[in-house]
């Protein structure tokens, strides 16, 4: 599904995407998470997808990046 103006740049465990928005939006990025919010005590494995206004989509894609590469944040 596509949202006019807005892009995907995540999807994945909700858990995750909702840690990977926190940090997005702590970098000045406009988020949107969308998936549903079943968690147990233990794990969440319901899927998500984060959008992000095109116009951010670049850098919103770059800090994914720079985080699953383990590289510090140099905002």
Do not use: C
């Not at 596509?2 to 928005?21: I, P, S, T």
């Not at 919010?37 to 989509?57: C, G, K, L, W």
């Not at 985080?67 to 140099?74: C, I, L, S, V």
């Amino acid at each position: 599904m596509g949202v006019k103006g807005w892009e995907e740049v995540f999807r994945g465990e909700r858990l995750q995407a909702d840690l990977l928005a926190a940090v997005l939006e702590a970098n000045g990025i406009r988020v949107e998470v969308f998936g549903d919010h079943a968690y147990s005590a233990a794990m969440n494995f319901t899927e998500a997808r984060i959008m992000v206004p095109d116009a951010q989509a670049a850098r919103a894609r770059n800090l994914i990046d720079q985080g699953r590469a383990g590289e510090p944040n140099q905002v």
